[in-house]
């Protein structure tokens, strides 16, 4: 595991939040926060709502912001903003301010409440269920000034709590995961890299930007576990 990946779950661990409990933060709108970063992860659904937002195509939005890699211990397709300058300014961050306000990142959107999903199974029953999980960190930013439960945070930057796109995202990366680790151990390096293409391809652009997103990602994830699970076991 990464160092990264390491102080994440640490962090995750010691801070979580239920939904109704209180953490002292204030966002004293310094704009520090778009700025040295080179962590902001786009999902299939940020894309597709930025895209939107700047009325271009998913290939633009990638191409003028973005950039592709495959992470190193998940093996999965990621898209992060690819910051500029020494500053690492967001690509995004337009004379001060947020171009994609109404559609910026999940990420950007809840911080400093950070979330996960947790998996468990019912050893008798084998059913398995998931939840989502909040944690906060102090950012060492802002002021402690205000007292809110993740709730209202949520609340007042209009973030639902129920987000069925999370859960399905998240369970769509740990099935990912697994089974790109046995495509790859089927396969070598060579017919690695031509499979990384398509997979890009499908999770993040084959959506008409004119109809539903969840839709249109379901029907994508499916098609890319069925071919998976089809590689591996040949
Ligand atoms: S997407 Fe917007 S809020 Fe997020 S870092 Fe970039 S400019 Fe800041
Ligand atoms: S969240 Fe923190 S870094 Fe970002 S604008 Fe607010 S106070 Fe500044």
Avoid at 200 to 210: A, K, P, T, V
Wanted: net charge neutral.
């Amino acid at each position: 595991m990464d160092a990264k990946t390491k102080e994440i779950i640490n962090a995750y661990k010691n801070n979580k939040l239920t939904a109704d409990e209180p953490f002292r933060f204030h966002c004293t709108q310094c704009g520090e926060c778009c700025i040295n970063r080179d962590d902001i992860l786009l999902s299939p659904m940020d894309l597709f709502r930025i895209a939107k937002e700047l009325n271009v195509s998913l290939e633009d939005v990638i191409d003028r912001y973005c950039e592709l890699y495959v992470g190193y211990e998940s093996r999965f397709p990621l898209i992060r903003l690819k910051p500029r300058g020494v500053i690492k300014r967001c690509p995004l961050l337009k004379n001060r301010k947020c171009s994609v306000h109404k559609a910026k990142p999940a990420m950007c959107a809840m911080f400093p409440i950070g979330r996960a999903v947790e998996f468990s199974e019912d050893e008798r029953t084998s059913s398995k269920t998931s939840c989502i999980q909040y944690f906060y960190t102090d950012p060492g930013c802002g002021d402690h000034a205000r007292t809110q439960t993740v709730r209202e945070w949520f609340d007042h930057f209009g973030i639902s709590l129920k987000d069925d796109f999370f859960i399905e995202w998240a369970t769509f990366q740990k099935d990912f995961s697994t089974l790109i680790r046995e495509t790859e151990k089927a396969f070598g390096e060579t017919a690695m890299r031509q499979l990384w293409s398509p997979i890009f391809g499908i999770l993040y652009l084959c959506y008409d930007l004119e109809k539903e997103f969840l839709p249109q990602f379901r029907k994508n994830t499916e098609e890319l576990l069925c071919g998976l699970r089809m590689t591996a076991n040949t």
